[in-house]
Structures are given as C-alpha cells and as structure tokens.
C-alpha cells in the first residue's frame, strides 16, 4: 500500500513538472513569436491567448509595436525633409556660385578693359548679397521649423512695423518705377513681434515689386475686424494662376512661369512659420494677369 501511494506521489509529481515545463515552452514560444512579430512590424495576430498575464503581454507588445511604427515613421520623414533640403540648398546655390565663377574669370583675363572689370566686381557684390540673404534665410528657416528661435510677441502698435518694410523696399520699388502707396488708416495695437512681422511684410512686398512691371502699383491696406485685423499688400503685376494658389507657401517652391525672375521660392514659406508664431496667418487672392492680394492676419490686442 505504502509503495502504491509512494508511485501515485511520484507520477502526479512527474505530471505535475511536465505540464509546468510544457507550459513554460508554450509561453516562451508564444512570446518569442509576439516579438518577432512586433520587430517585423506585422500584425500580431495571437488571438487565442486568453490567460489575464498573457492577454496584458500581448496588449502592452501592441503598443510598443505601435510607438516603433510611428518612430519609424517619423524617422523616415526627417530623413526625406533632409534630403529634400539638402537637395534645394544644392540647387538655390549652384547659380550665384556659378555666376561668381564667371565673373572672377572676367577679372582675371587678359586684355579686360577697366570698364568690364568694374562691371565684373559690382556684379560679384550681388551675387555675394545674394548668398548671404539665402544662407540667412535658410537658417531662420531651419532654426524656426526646429523651434530654436524664440522671439516674444506681444502688443505692439502696427504703423511702426508697416513702415519699417516699406523704408526697407522703398528704394527697389523706385528704382523700378513703381508707386508704393500706403493708405491712410488708425494705428492699431496688434499681438505681434515687430522686427519679425516687418520681414513678413518685406517677403510681401519684394515679392510684388517682382512681379509687377514698370509703371506698376503696389497699395498697403489695414481693416481692423472684431478678433483680428487684415493687412492687405496689393499689386497690379502677372498674378498666380488659381491652380497654384495653394502651393506658394510651401518650401522652395516657385511657378515654372517665373523661374527666369531671380527668386529662391523661402520667403512666403518663412512668412508662414513667423505668423504662426504670432497665432496669425496670411492668405492670397488673385486673379492671373491683373495682379494679387496678400492678406495678413494679425491678432488685436484687447
């Protein structure tokens, strides 16, 4: 009897480490191919696991998977902003650079008369202020789309700003012969930081001595609303066509009709990321052959 009772302890004892070690197996194996799903990014399809501590496993690898897929994602998409700006960069350098080439083999030839070398060195100025507006540019860009740059926005009056970019654009819009008109209207205190919304107004306003011929006008207007007030930059120069209108903003980006006319495609997209520091935005109206509308928003300050 003894002996008997002695074999049933010992076969329940064998049962007993047998299931536990079949069960550890079955856990591990179930594990290992949760993990293995989750690191080849597939869907975890185990959906017969009902224990509480292995359903919670399964549930907590989901999200983990998830967090993975959307780094990866993330990390995907940098790289391709990397390249796209390394790729622009690359393109907005190579003509002033090659430019720059030309004219510093004018000086150094021989027989160059004094006439073409003063011609040669006036035009490699230019082509340095280019290079450096582009660089800055860039990097205003690139420090604003990072959030590196902080600047305090706050009530400041209108007039002041509105006037510093006409005085830094008035000399252009002379030279070209083009009336810059500023109607008259009531200095409004507006939640904005003057020296960066003044470079807004000059992209606006460089831009439309651009593209507008000779003899052209350039009107500033200001209509104050309930919640914000509309600056408006109009010009009578080509205009943007309708299907057009919703790219201007983007990074780099210029119409196939105006890549003869010197520009670099950043200004409106660096003017979208100040005025969204300032909680304001800008919008366009135009009409293609009569000339554009640029609206600015800007908060009121209460």
């Known amino acids: 009897m003894k002996m008997a009772l002695n074999l049933i302890f010992a076969a329940t004892l064998f049962v007993v480490a047998a299931y536990s070690r079949w069960r550890v197996q079955r856990t591990y194996c179930i594990i290992d191919k949760l993990l293995e799903q989750a690191l080849n990014q597939e869907e975890i ?4 696991v009902k224990e509480g501590a292995l359903s919670a496993l399964v549930s907590k690898i989901r999200r983990i998977q998830e967090m993975l897929g959307k ?9 391709e902003q990397v390249k796209s700006v390394v790729s622009n960069l690359s393109h907005q350098l190579k003509t002033p650079l090659a430019n720059l080439f030309v004219y510093v083999d004018i000086l150094s030839g021989q027989g160059t008369s004094e006439r073409k070398k003063e011609e040669a060195v006036e035009k490699i100025k230019k082509q340095i202020e280019k290079l450096d507006w582009l660089i800055c540019s860039l990097g205003k860009m690139v420090k604003l789309e990072q959030g ?4 305090e926005a706050k009530g400041n009056p209108i007039r002041q700003t509105v006037l510093d970019a006409v ?17 008259p209207y009531k200095d ?5 930081n003057r020296k960066w919304t003044a470079e807004v107004f000059v992209n606006l306003l460089e831009n439309a001595i651009k593209y507008t011929k000779c003899g052209g006008e350039i009107r500033i207007r200001v209509h104050p609303y309930e919640i914000y007030t509309e600056i408006q930059v109009l010009d009578n120069g080509i205009g943007i066509r309708s299907e057009e209108l919703m790219h201007i903003d983007k990074r780099f980006y210029r119409s196939k009709e105006v890549e003869h006319i010197e520009g670099s495609g950043i200004g409106l997209y660096l003017s979208k990321l100040i005025l969204e520091k300032e909680k304001g935005y800008f919008c366009v109206r135009s009409v293609y052959g009569e000339g554009s509308c640029f609206r600015v928003f800007l908060r009121n300050c209460l």
């Open 45 to 48: 399809s185990i959906s017969t």
């Open 148 to 151: 590196a740059i902080q600047f």
């Open 71 to 79: 780094q990866a994602a993330l990390a995907q998409e940098e790289k």
């Open 167 to 183: 005085d830094a654009v008035f000399e252009k819009a002379e030279k070209k012969g083009l009336a810059l008109i500023v109607e």
């Open 188 to 192: 409004l205190f507006l939640y904005h």
